[in-house]
C-alpha cells in the first residue's frame, strides 16, 4: 500500500451575488415610513396618477470569495475509491492521507494531474 498526500489549498473565486438589504423610504403625501427589500430605490412617476411610485430593484455585484478544493478532493476519493484501492487515512488542516494500491501508482498519478489537485507520494 502507497500513501498520498494531498494538500487543501484556497484560491480566490469570482462569484456573482445579489445585494438584499432594507431600505426605507418616507411617503409625505400619507406621511408613512416604508420598508423594502432589495439593492436599492427605483422611483417612477406614473403621470396619468400624478403620484411617485417607489419598488426596490434588484442589484447584482461580484464579489471574490475564498474557496477550498475540499470539494473536489471528496469528490475525486468518492469517484475512485474502488478503482485504485483508496482509504483515508488521516485529515490534518490542509493536509490529507489517502492509501492506494501499490500496483495502481502510475494511473492514481494521472488520475490526480488530470483533477488538477497538489499531491505527493511517498
Known sequence: MGTLLISISYQKVK???????????????????????????????????EKLKVSAKQVTYVAYKNQSNEKTVLSW??????????????????LWAVSFDDDKRSEVEDSLYNAHLDYEIT
Open 15 to 49: 462569484t456573482k451575488d445579489t445585494l438584499n438589504r432594507q431600505l426605507f423610504w418616507y411617503d409625505f403625501e400619507t406621511e408613512n415610513m416604508n420598508t423594502l427589500i432589495g439593492g436599492e430605490l427605483q422611483f417612477d412617476y406614473d403621470f396619468a396618477a
Open 77 to 94: 476519493i468518492a469517484e475512485n475509491t474502488e478503482e485504485y484501492g483508496l482509504s483515508l487515512l488521516e485529515q490534518q488542516s490542509g
